[in-house]
Nanobody, 130 residues
Framework: TLELVESGGGSVQAGGTLRVSCALS????????MGWFRQAPGKQREGVAGIDTDGGTHYADSVRGRFTISHDPAKRNLYLQLNNVEIDDTAIYYCAAAYFLGGGYCRDKDSLRSSEYNYWGQGTQVTVSS
C-alpha cells in the first residue's frame, strides 16, 4: 500500500518562499511517476510540477523558474520549493504518485496530467497574501 501525506503549507506574503513536503510510506519500486498539483476554488486541478519515469522534471508555464520539484529517495520524500510566490499561487497543493504492481511508465509532460496518477495526498493549503 501507499500513503502520501503533505506538510509545510501555510501563509506567505507575495514574493516570499515556502516549501511543501510529501512523505511517502509503503514506497516500492512500483512507483514510476510523481508530481505536485494544486486546486483553487472554482478552478480545475492543475499540474504544477512532475518527475517522469526517466527522472526528468517538468513544470507548468505559470511556475517555471519559480518552483522546483525534488525527490529524496533516502527520506522517501517529495518536495516542492515555491519561490517568489504570487497571489495566484494560492491553492490547495496535492502530491501524487503513479503506482502499479508491475511498474509503469510516464513520459515527459504526462507527469503533469492528473489522469496519470492513482495515489494522492490529502492536500496542504498555501495562501499567498499581499
Amino acid at each position: 500500500t501507499l500513503e502520501l501525506v503533505e506538510s509545510g503549507g501555510g501563509s506567505v506574503q507575495a514574493g516570499g518562499t515556502l516549501r511543501v513536503s510529501c512523505a511517502l510510506s509503503g514506497y516500492t519500486s512500483g512507483v514510476y511517476c510523481m508530481g505536485w498539483f494544486r486546486q483553487a476554488p472554482g478552478k480545475q486541478r492543475e499540474g504544477v510540477a512532475g518527475i517522469d519515469t526517466d527522472g526528468g522534471t517538468h513544470y507548468a508555464d505559470s511556475v517555471r523558474g519559480r518552483f522546483t520539484i525534488s525527490h529524496d529517495p533516502a527520506k522517501r520524500n517529495l518536495y516542492l520549493q515555491l519561490n517568489n510566490v504570487e497571489i495566484d499561487d494560492t491553492a490547495i497543493y496535492y502530491c501524487a504518485a503513479a503506482y502499479f504492481l508491475g511498474g509503469g511508465y510516464c513520459r515527459d509532460k504526462d507527469s503533469l496530467r492528473s489522469s496519470e496518477y492513482n495515489y494522492w495526498g490529502q492536500g496542504t493549503q498555501v495562501t499567498v497574501s499581499s
